[in-house]
């Protein structure tokens, strides 16, 4: 779908809260518009409303004794992301999983949910969705590097082991970490543009064989993508809060 065509629930959000809209942009300096809402703003909002709705639904439902199928599918999910976090970033990378498991729903529900007619991936839709992502990620590291270290053990970790090195490892490091935001906005808005480009390619020049195969590699694509996405941060987190000895 081009990214120009407002879809039904863009239309529903400027017909009825255009005021809420422009006070929002108006907060980050963008002009007042008659039609405020965006395409890839409203689909992150209602990928936000189905998994709060998912969490709240399901939490009830949690039971020691006879879990459901809803429960045994995020208890896996659960499972991966405490071993992955355990692997890469170690015993006290627990204190991080709750904003792993976020970052990686929020993403994948985000370029799932390009697959229902009448919807778009905001993940694809704007480049602006994986940089905001990035951004967060950029922060939270940083932060929860200084938190675990303290500012000044956490700045020493640029000049690298050696002090006689210093000069040249604190602009290479600099540079390296200004690059992550850039690295993992790309990654990920490229990705899924490039399959979901492909994927309406076929979609309309073949029948239904050809396009459910693109589908399902379209929904591979999401799954990993979400994954490589978590994994990069889960590394970056590793970096920030390792403590030196």
């Known amino acids: 779908m081009h990214e120009t065509e407002e879809l039904a629930i863009t239309r529903l959000f400027n017909d009825y809260l255009p005021g809420f809209g422009n006070t929002l942009t108006a907060l980050v300096g963008l002009p007042h518009a008659d039609r405020p809402w965006a395409n890839f703003v409203t689909m992150q909002l209602l990928v936000a409303a189905i998994i709060v709705v998912l969490f709240a639904v399901l939490r009830p439902k949690l039971s020691p004794d006879r879990p459901g199928k809803l429960q045994h599918t995020f208890e896996l999910a659960y499972n991966f992301f405490h071993e992955q976090t355990e692997e890469q970033v170690g015993h006290h990378g627990q204190h991080y999983l709750a904003f792993f498991g976020t970052l990686f729903f929020f993403i994948l529900f985000s370029n799932l949910i390009g697959v229902i007619p009448g919807f778009e991936a905001p993940t694809m839709a704007s480049a602006s969705v994986p940089a905001?992502?990035?951004?967060?990620?950029?922060?939270?590291?940083?932060?929860?590097?200084?938190?675990?270290?303290?500012?000044?053990?956490?700045?020493?970790?640029?000049?690298?082991?050696?002090?006689?090195?210093?000069?040249?490892?604190?602009?290479?490091?600099?540079?390296?970490?200004?690059?992550?935001?850039?690295?993992?906005?790309?990654?990920?808005?490229?990705?899924?543009?490039a399959g979901e480009q492909v994927t309406m390619v076929f979609l309309r020049l073949t029948l239904v064989l050809v396009p459910a195969v693109f589908m399902g590699l379209h929904v591979f694509v999401s799954f990993l993508q979400a994954y490589i996405f978590m994994l990069l941060s889960m590394m970056y987190v590793a970096g920030a809060t390792a403590h030196e000895h």
């Not at 967060?136 to 000044?152: K, M, R, T």
């Not at 602009?171 to 690059?179: F, Q």
């Open 132 to 193: 905001g992502l990035a951004l967060a990620v950029f922060l939270y590291y940083n932060i929860v590097g200084i938190q675990a270290n303290g500012i000044g053990k956490y700045l020493a970790h640029f000049a690298g082991p050696m002090p006689l090195l210093a000069p040249l490892m604190i602009p290479i490091e600099l540079v390296s970490h200004m690059a992550r935001p850039l690295s993992l906005t790309i990654r990920l808005w490229a990705n899924m543009f």
